[in-house]
């Protein structure tokens, strides 16, 4: 168990421990991984490399779990409206906050210079980041957890250099034997489902954004369709957001009064945004590829529903785009 105190009452209340729930789930991608399609490989540190790239959906299914510190449950479905892009993935977490942002939220910016020139760089998410990361986002939070083994999901296919593991495990304080690095690129199978599976991540980090009590987030589930992969990154990329931007579908379960449920639900679908409208692979180019030029309020589900708990009252608000969703998929002939 770790410990967080309540910003309200400064009490100490136990909490789950991300890794107490993460740690086995990697345990059991370590033992499938042959089956799986998983490459591992150490670095001259000891440090596990877990390539993932060449997996399918199910690599991708358990690597999101393993990304919400086995908070959430991720399952594979089907939406037969939904005529062209019926298959899709849905995210559910009784510990949203935690789940959602103290683990997947791929908030840990890692960048090192490599040997042969050039940048590393790459996103981190998962349960290292509860233990390691500088992000503002903790003191928010107020959660650290503690482990003497822990892992970090990487949104690259590039084999990280030694010094950057070292760094990673200093300040995660664990040793770099004990450090697992998970590979999920982009344009794979695997970075697809993971990419799709923060539906309800970008809820919530966008209801932080509007300043929402995180403490009154009960409940959340969240679907949005599977996307086409892209050899192309930007083209990978852009499906990815689109995913969520256009038909993502978030329910949120909330406490506290009815009118900050009503006021939520209000301003969290993806069209509040002046930006929305375009696929997000234009509105990503017409700022010269620079995430922060881009409008936060765009980062969110297309459709989403509030329940005030203490009323029973639920808000609904947004709408699935098909048409963008096609747009940005690239549609595809028919037989």
């Avoid at 977490?93 to 090192?112: D, F, I, K, N, T």
Wanted: net charge negative; with cysteine; aromatic share 6%.
């Amino acid at each position: 168990m770790s410990e967080v105190v309540s910003k309200s009452s400064r009490k100490t209340a136990a909490v789950p421990s991300i890794h107490a729930a993460a740690l086995p789930l990697l345990r059991h991608l370590l033992r499938d991984q042959q089956v799986l399609g998983l490459e591992e490989s150490f670095l001259e540190n000891g440090t596990r490399v877990l390539k993932a790239g060449m997996g399918g959906l199910e690599v991708g299914r358990r690597i999101t779990e393993l990304c919400m510190g086995g908070l959430g449950v991720v399952s594979l479905g089907c939406a037969a409206s939904r005529e062209h892009w019926p298959w899709e993935l849905c995210v559910h977490s009784a510990r949203p906050v935690l789940a959602c942002l103290a683990s997947q939220y791929a908030g840990w910016g890692l960048e090192h210079p490599l040997p042969t020139g050039g940048k590393f760089n790459a996103l981190g998410s998962g349960p290292a980041r509860a233990l390691g990361s500088k992000e503002k986002l903790f003191g928010d939070l107020l959660y650290r957890d503690r482990a003497s083994e822990t892992c970090m999901v990487l949104e690259s296919d590039q084999r990280p250099p030694v010094a950057l593991a070292e760094k990673i495990a200093s300040r995660c304080a664990v040793a770099p034997e004990c450090l697992t690095l998970v590979l999920a690129p982009t344009c794979s199978l695997v970075g697809m489902v993971q990419v799709v599976g923060r539906v309800l991540e970008v809820a919530l980090h966008k209801a932080h954004i509007l300043g929402f009590p995180l403490k009154d987030i009960v409940d959340g589930i969240g679907n949005a369709p599977l996307f086409p992969p892209s050899p192309d990154f930007l083209t990978a990329m852009g499906r990815g957001n689109d995913a969520i931007l256009c038909a993502g579908r978030v329910h949120l379960y909330v406490s506290g009064a009815e009118a900050e449920a009503h006021t939520l639900a209000e301003n969290l679908p993806s069209n509040t945004s002046a930006e929305y409208g375009r696929p997000f692979v234009e509105i990503f180019q017409a700022v010269n590829c620079d995430f922060y030029q881009v409008d936060p309020m765009l980062f969110s589900p297309a459709m989403v529903s509030v329940t005030a708990l203490e009323s029973g009252r639920t808000f609904h608000a947004g709408a699935v785009n098909e048409e963008l969703l096609e747009r940005s998929y690239g549609g595809g002939a028919s037989s």
